[in-house]
């Protein structure tokens, strides 16, 4: 089972996935479609407030805030990693539950990273919102940075976050009972 979308001004036919018995997403993978990333980099620009940096988490968002600060001429932006690496010095580091990763995870900010965010406008930018707790991580790694939250974007609100009115996206995307009909 397929659902069609188009967003950016480009169709795609989106596979769905079952996360659990009862309920089924679908699976918006931006990595490796270079024409899709431009095109929603560029319409995501067009929406964003002003900022000074800008952020995601590994990994999904990475092409998407590349492309971004490229169309922008930006010449640095943040990734909020997975995995602590020796080289991030006292980093910061905040637990995060995502829909669709197994079991707890924790983001890590490195120190370099935190400490040119201070005081300035941070927006963060990934390719979906679904239930919010990625996006409350970052906003915890922001606020333990000293940085301010000036915007939340990203390609595609699902389910019950395209309601939400702090967050800018291009589509909704709806989520799936396991017959795949859109709830």
């Known amino acids: 089972?397929?659902?069609?979308?188009?967003?950016?001004?480009?169709?795609?036919?989106?596979?769905?996935?079952?996360?659990?018995?009862?309920?089924?997403?679908?699976?918006?993978?931006?990595?490796?479609?270079?024409?899709?990333?431009?095109?929603?980099?560029?319409?995501?620009?067009?929406?964003?407030?002003?900022?000074?940096?800008?952020?995601?988490?590994?990994?999904?968002?990475?092409?998407?805030?590349?492309?971004?600060?490229?169309?922008?001429?930006?010449?640095?932006?943040?990734?909020?990693?997975?995995?602590?690496?020796?080289?991030?010095g006292e980093a910061l580091e905040v637990d995060v539950q995502s829909i669709t990763t197994a079991g707890m995870q924790k983001l890590f900010l490195t120190e370099e990273d935190a400490a040119l965010m201070k005081g300035r406008r941070i927006l963060i930018v990934d390719d979906v919102i679904s239930t919010g707790k990625s996006l409350e991580a970052l906003e915890k790694l922001v606020e333990k940075a000293g940085g301010i939250v000036v915007g939340r974007a990203a390609v595609l609100a699902e389910g019950e976050a395209a309601e939400r009115t702090d967050i800018t996206f291009l589509e909704p995307l709806p989520l799936f009972n396991k017959a795949g009909e859109a709830i």
């Open 1 to 88: 089972m397929h659902y069609p979308i188009e967003v950016a001004s480009l169709k795609r036919d989106l596979p769905l996935f079952p996360i659990s018995d009862e309920l089924q997403i679908a699976a918006f993978i931006m990595l490796g479609d270079q024409e899709l990333t431009v095109a929603c980099a560029s319409a995501l620009l067009e929406k964003a407030p002003e900022y000074d940096y800008m952020l995601t988490a590994e990994a999904k968002g990475i092409p998407l805030i590349h492309e971004m600060a490229r169309q922008a001429g930006a010449a640095r932006y943040f990734v909020a990693r997975k995995k602590m690496k020796l080289y991030m």
